[in-house]
């Protein structure tokens, strides 16, 4: 089955700088991948998805590309902010009607 | 748009009781439904997939006779954990599946409920 690599576990940054976090997918037939920010006690919020018929999407601050000859695919935060605090997580899925695969979270700290 | 409610958002029970959690979609129709399970400081373990008017499919290793799911109507899955005892202590989500237009891969979560059974 699917397996979905992420990293850096915890990434602590200054805010106004950016953060990148990076993840890999083993399933080359994956074509859906979303990125979920969860808050403390609180259920994960899509915030940006990416579909294998586009390289890059962005959305005001945050970007996300895809590399499908190397199956990986990364979030990137401009101008982080202290409420981009948070741990996000990537996903893969083989598109529609099929389950979502999870790496293991990136818990990101932005210090004011 | 794309809500996803939860109910409770919270219980404690004690062991041996059974706990029924409400999962709702409230500005969409969700022919599938998931449950996920998230112990502290750890991924997202996907259950179960939910779909409406058919029996749910459970991962390996979930015990389909513990976790009850039932999803009757395109906007309502519910999760019953039967006999429950301390081990099933977490912080369950579900998320639904858009089932109309083009993006129906896009899954949307609800908020959660913590479990703590005594």
């Known amino acids: 089955g699917e397996n979905v690599e992420q990293h850096p576990s915890t990434l602590s940054v200054q805010e106004g700088d950016s953060a990148v976090i990076k993840c890999t997918y083993s399933?080359?037939?994956?074509?859906?991948f979303p990125w979920y920010k969860q808050e403390l006690g609180k259920g994960p919020q899509l915030i940006i998805d990416?579909?294998?018929?586009?390289g890059e999407k962005k959305d005001q601050r945050i970007a996300v590309t895809l590399n499908k000859t190397a199956k990986h695919f990364s979030l990137h935060i401009t101008e982080t902010q202290p409420e981009d605090s948070a741990v996000y997580f990537c996903?893969?899925?083989?598109?529609?009607?099929?389950?979502?695969?999870f790496g293991g979270g990136t818990r990101l700290m932005v210090k004011p | 748009g794309a809500v996803v409610s939860q109910h409770p958002s919270r219980v404690i029970c004690k062991s041996g009781t059974s706990v029924k959690i409400e999962c709702r979609s409230l500005d969409f129709q969700a022919t599938t439904m998931f449950w996920y399970r998230q112990f502290p400081k750890q991924s997202l373990m996907l259950m179960a997939t939910s779909n409406e008017g058919s029996k749910a499919t459970y991962e390996q290793g979930v015990e389909k006779d513990k976790f009850l799911i039932n999803h009757a109507s395109l906007t309502l899955s519910t999760l019953t954990v039967t006999s429950a005892h301390p081990e099933d202590s977490s912080f369950y989500i579900c998320?639904?599946?858009?089932?109309?237009?083009?993006?129906?891969?896009?899954?949307?979560f609800g908020p959660g409920t913590r479990l703590t059974v005594l």
């Open positions: 996903a893969a899925s083989k598109g529609a009607g099929n389950m979502l695969t």
């Open positions: 990416i579909r294998s018929n586009v």
């Open positions: 399933d080359s037939a994956s074509n859906y």
């Open positions: 998320s639904a599946r858009d089932s109309a237009g083009g993006a129906s891969d896009t899954q949307y």
